[in-house]
């Protein structure tokens, strides 16, 4: 059963592929806007301000003390977002490594595979979302809610640099994927996922639904103004 399902989503998820590039490819400039107007109009600098330093202590250590190198937590990190996609499309782990017995580390798994397990950790972030999961337990004091802020910044800014650390031409990821796909599908789902993180960081939920609200108010007044350009043009 397990089996006829993984394949039917394999085969699903690749149906969607390039559908899926489009609609981000048209999504990019309004999550650009909406990322902007969220910035400008719901975030007041006091409110993150436990965020923000939690962010600068993970670029102090990633450009001070790692220098830009890989680190042993990105690798993990990114084989375990590979192997998380992996199971929720019904492939059964065979092996997995984080980085211990290669330098670059693995995951393998039965099936074929699919191009979301490929490519979700250039865009998602399972450290943060664990710990966005997590939030609940932080809520007691002010003081936990604090460090809550202060460790999801850290874990955002690692997630950020981790992915622009990983895109590069020699990566077999995108070469898999496909590099066409990779540009049309990464920045929108990227800066998608940098206002969600954000609206979390500000609001939780309900910084979640302002964003996804003026994301969507953005694509439509998008929308609006290619149609109107296409009937000029015929």
């Known amino acids: 059963m397990f089996r006829h399902l993984q394949i039917f989503l394999d085969s699903l998820i690749d149906l969607l592929k390039w559908p899926a590039a ?4 048209l999504l990019t400039y309004p999550a ?8 400008a109009s719901y975030t ?19 450009f001070v003390i790692m220098r830009g190198e ?15 996609f992996a199971v929720l499309t019904f492939h059964k782990p065979v092996d997995l490594d984080i980085g211990t017995r290669s330098n670059g580390g693995y995951v393998a798994f039965k099936g074929k595979g699919n191009w979301l397990i490929t490519i979700t950790p250039y865009f998602f972030p399972l450290f943060a979302v664990i710990l966005m999961f997590l939030f609940p337990f932080f809520k ?7 460090s809550f802020d202060a460790v999801f910044g850290f874990f955002v800014c690692y997630h950020f640099l981790s992915v622009f650390q990983e895109l590069h031409p020699q990566q077999t990821d995108l ?3 496909g590099p066409v796909f990779c540009l049309c599908f990464l920045p929108g789902a990227n800066l998608i996922t940098a206002g969600l993180l954000l609206g979390f960081a ?8 302002t964003f996804i609200n003026l994301l969507y108010r953005r694509a439509i007044s998008s929308y609006d103004a290619l149609l109107r350009l296409t009937e000029t043009f015929f």
Do not use: C, P
């Open 202 to 209: 500000n609001m939780q939920g309900k910084g979640m639904t």
């Open 44 to 62: 007041h600098m006091a409110d993150l301000l436990v965020f923000g330093a939690g962010m600068a202590a993970y670029a102090a250590v990633f």
């Open 32 to 39: 650009f806007e909406a990322l902007k107007i969220y910035i």
């Open 140 to 146: 007691g004091t002010r003081s936990m809610a604090a």
């Open 22 to 25: 489009a609609v981000m490819l």
């Open 175 to 177: 070469h898999k994927a």
């Open 70 to 84: 890989h680190s042993f937590l990105s690798t993990a990190e990114h084989e375990l977002t590979h192997l998380l």
